[in-house]
């Protein structure tokens, strides 16, 4: 998109670009949102643009679990009210809002940042389970849930992470999600129920 099209000036073309570049946002989509931004009032644009500029200056990962945060630590590794024997690990923040929303789970979480995926570049040591096995190493966590998505990748992950906690935290039980998520899923588009279903469904490893 350049100013050379005709009606647009230099800075709403520049807009429309920006639109652009964001995930499933096609032209069209980008026009409908610039021209929407023009339209709002001075107060209301700016609201838009201070919360962008907000969510890049204030946020950051919890120095506990990854999970996003704006303080060092993140209001649930802070909560007092939560199940600190118990630790969800979880590929991305998504998947713990979704199951935050589910309101099936009140222990702590452990964000891996990403999953296994050789075909991707990701390997192992780009993820956080280092920090996840400090966390279980210190003694208070009991069981470990594995939420990672139920794909080929996933299970990887998964087997991934067991193998590392066993020989590094005997008597931690680590169980994975099973029940209720049909293969291929992605947690953050599963229902409320069905994470339900299989946050009480879970399963030891072997």
């Known amino acids: 998109m350049t100013a050379a099209v005709e009606g647009f000036t ?57 999970n996003l945060a704006e303080q060092d630590r993140c209001a649930i590794c802070e909560s007092p009210a939560r199940d600190r024997t118990v630790v969800c690990v979880v590929e991305s923040e998504l998947d713990l809002i979704a199951i935050e929303r589910s309101q099936a789970y009140r222990g702590l979480y452990h964000v891996l940042m990403g999953r296994v995926s050789p075909l991707d570049g990701i390997g192992p040591e780009q993820l956080t389970t280092e920090k996840l096995v400090s966390r279980v190493r210190a003694g208070d966590v009991r069981e470990v849930i594995l939420a990672t998505n139920p794909d080929v990748e996933g299970d990887g992950t998964a087997l991934h992470v067991a193998e590392l906690l066993k020989s590094a935290a005997s008597g931690v039980r680590v169980t994975r999600i099973a029940k209720g998520m049909p293969a291929g899923s992605q947690i953050e588009y599963v229902s409320d129920s069905i994470l339900k279903d299989a946050l009480s469904g879970r399963k030891s490893l072997p």
């Open 10 to 66: 230099d800075s709403l073309a520049r807009l429309v670009e920006e639109f652009r570049k964001l995930p499933g946002i096609g032209s069209k989509t980008a026009e409908r949102l610039a021209f929407h931004v023009l339209k709002l009032s001075t107060d209301k644009a700016m609201a838009l643009a201070y919360a962008i500029r907000d969510v890049k200056r204030n946020v950051r990962r919890c120095v506990d679990c990854f």
